[in-house]
């Protein structure tokens, strides 16, 4: 790139050259293939424009403009007719002159070059332009009506003059319009995945008293990849209703064309009887319930632990609310901060943690608040003796108080992390250690002789042991896919929880359901979807002659089929006795469950049907930022005031756009679209 001093030199010997005509230099600056130089007064030159004839300053004197403002009129796209020429070549302005054009080229020395943008050889699309600010839109929340406000307006038109700037409605039929093309390229992803759909359930509520049901879809894919995508957003005005959530669960059906695949539910608030039967009633029509659709509706488990963790927030309630006055008295001042970190370095504490306020919405931000100050409880206890301002500090039976809400905070915090990564779903089996481990802890804890550890413990106790009563069947079972423990792991954990008297007929009852289960997979096999066939078959039929087909067709061997499967009972049985009665493999840390049924899946062909569904099933219904809430999710008045089917196009969008967009084919794919 020229700088001021090199355009003025240039300049000033062009100018020179005049009256030095032995000392001539060749322009050697690319502009003047698009500018001539006159002279238009005594002492004063200008560049006139080869295309639009505008003309620019160059000399007056002794003083020289130099060609920076010349370049800038060629490669920015000023010029109008240098731009159509561009939009009809797709070529820069600045691209130098075929070396195989011209007579005695070969002889000439080569121009010098100049660095130049690469942008001005894009050509202006007005369709992309709308398509990105779309995606804008979606990808960061952004109000439809910014399209409309005088701040972007200006923006853009500084930006790019050309662009027509779009209306509230029209950027609203472009959302509509990038959701219905994601839309259809993840129904080609889920008609091809060979197993089933497990659906939760997450209710939002507004100020306007309509709920929104969010309904994501979670699933094992060919390469036994854990998926979870947001399918729907269901308004659903009475939320009060008992038909409320099986309204949406239909509407979720009939969109994505899901009967028959349906596996399992998980909501985020208890169901009343009545509730549920209407739910399993409209379901059973298109969808076989397996094991009598004990599998049909779930709790969601971070629903759950936020319930009792507001049970152990509650019970040390004045406590925790002089250690949030004493944190608040140092951060909200620098000169007490100071203080602070002056005599924590004199103590010598070795905590390296740091002392926040929390946001009482969000109970693990409370814990964490609890475990930093506890671990600097000496330096607020000198502090309390070297600072007269610094009152009702915390005395050592409250910091023991703290202790022990951070012993059964830590469990549910623990439990409730495992759901928390945005890059790695946790599989089932995972939460049986976790609630198992739950469960044994407070029933201890239930017995304590410690009034307010027994009294803390009870109401939690019933929590998860009502947890346990609905979904333990599911976690036993899936841990028993995990080949690290079958059912060893439950036979071992079922005494600690029920007793030793009640311990066999509960490990009966899950060995009992994983073979019933195991023969209803065989009986009635998943639906083959052309994926799933490629994937059964290992491409063995790929490339032979179908003239030959007549013998290997279904045409008169449709009994043969049946025969098949009725005499193959015993056999597919023994696949399911065979993988139980197998050594258990080492406990490794990072062992890969879904990689290892990948491998196995020839193996156990059928069992790896049931492993693949039983895996995928949810245990929390809640978005992984909605994890820690206590309090439920609320929509907020601006989305609440757009049309129902614009709200769940940006959600949805949103949630699909991060796992990498459709090709954007603007010319045929952006649905023009107004509301």
Request: hydrophobic letters at 35%; proline letters at 5%.
């Amino acid at each position: 790139m020229e700088t001021p001093s090199e355009n003025n030199e240039l300049a000033l010997a062009e100018v020179n050259s005049e009256t030095q005509p032995n000392k001539r230099r060749k322009k050697k600056s690319i502009v003047w293939e698009h500018f001539t130089i006159e002279t238009v007064g005594a002492g004063c030159r200008r560049a006139c424009c080869k295309q639009c004839k505008q003309s620019f300053a160059y000399s007056t004197g002794s003083k020289v403009a130099g060609t920076s403002h010349l370049k800038r009129h060629i490669a920015k796209g000023t010029c109008t007719l240098i731009l159509r020429n561009q939009e009809k070549n797709q070529s820069s302005p600045y691209s130098a002159p075929s070396k195989m054009g011209g007579a005695g080229s070969a002889s000439e020395p080569p121009k010098r070059r100049y660095r130049t943008s690469s942008l001005a050889s894009v050509p202006f699309d007005q369709d992309r332009c709308r398509h990105e600010i779309a995606r804008m839109i979606i990808m960061h929340d952004y109000p439809l009506h910014m399209v409309e406000h005088p701040g972007f307006v200006a923006f853009v038109q500084n930006l790019q003059p050309r662009f027509d700037m779009v209306s509230f409605n029209t950027v609203q039929g472009d959302c509509v319009a990038t959701y219905l093309r994601e839309k259809q390229s993840l129904l080609k992803f889920i008609e091809g995945i060979p197993g089933r759909i497990c659906l939760t359930l997450d209710l939002w509520t507004s100020r306007q008293s309509v709920g929104y049901v969010f309904l994501t879809g979670h699933f094992i894919d060919m390469d036994w990849k854990l998926h979870r995508r947001i399918l729907n957003v269901v308004m659903e005005p009475f939320t009060d209703s008992e038909t409320a959530f099986s309204h949406a669960v239909a509407v979720c059906l009939s969109d994505w064309s899901l009967e028959n695949k349906l596996f399992s539910i998980t909501i985020n608030q208890p169901l009343n009887e009545i509730g549920i039967e209407y739910l399993r009633a409209q379901l059973s029509i298109k969808n076989p319930l397996l094991l009598n659709g004990q599998f049909l509706v779930g709790n969601c488990i971070a629903r759950t632990l936020s319930s009792m963790a507001l049970d152990v927030l509650g019970a040390g309630r004045e406590t925790i609310k002089k250690i949030r006055d004493s944190v608040k008295y140092v951060k909200t001042s620098e000169s007490h901060e100071e203080k602070f970190l002056e005599l924590k370095q004199q103590l010598q504490v070795p905590s390296t943690k740091s002392l926040f306020l929390d946001d009482q919405n969000q109970w693990n931000t409370t814990y964490e608040m609890l475990v930093a100050a506890s671990e600097l409880k000496e330096v607020f206890s000198c502090l309390d003796t070297s600072d007269p301002d610094y009152k009702e500090a915390p005395s050592m039976d409250d910091w023991k108080q703290v202790e022990t809400l951070c012993t059964y905070l830590k469990l549910f915090f623990d439990a409730a992390n495992l759901l928390t990564s945005a890059t790695t779903i946790p599989t089932t089996n995972t939460f049986y250690h976790e609630t198992w481990k739950i469960q044994t802890e407070l029933a201890r804890a239930a017995t304590c002789e410690d009034p307010f550890i027994s009294n803390l413990a009870k109401p939690m106790q019933e929590k998860v042991d009502k947890y346990w009563k609905d979904c333990g069947l599911v976690l036993a079972i899936a841990v028993a896919m995990d080949p690290r423990f079958k059912m060893k792991l439950v036979e071992f954990s079922f005494p600690k929880i029920y007793g030793d008297e009640a311990a066999p007929t509960c490990i009966r009852v899950v060995d009992e359901g994983l073979h019933e289960l195991f023969l209803e997979y065989v009986a009635l096999p998943l639906p083959l979807t052309p994926t799933y066939v490629d994937e059964g078959n290992a491409g063995s039929m790929k490339g032979e002659d179908h003239s030959q087909g007549g013998l290997l067709s279904s045409n008169g061997l449709s009994d043969f089929d049946v025969y098949i499967l009725e005499t193959s009972s015993q056999q597919m049985k023994s696949e399911l006795d065979q993988y139980l009665e197998e050594s258990v493999l080492p406990r490794v840390h990072e062992f890969d469950l879904l990689g290892w049924w990948k491998l196995n899946k020839l193996k156990y062909p059928t069992l790896s049907k049931m492993a693949r569904d039983i895996l995928s099933i949810p245990v929390s219904s809640v978005a992984v930022e909605s994890i820690y809430d206590t309090v439920g999710k609320e929509m907020d008045e601006y989305r609440n005031s757009l049309r129902p089917e614009t709200v769940e196009a940006l959600i949805c969008a949103k949630d699909w756009l991060q796992y990498g967009s459709s090709p954007p084919e603007i010319s045929n794919a952006l649905v023009k679209m107004e509301f």
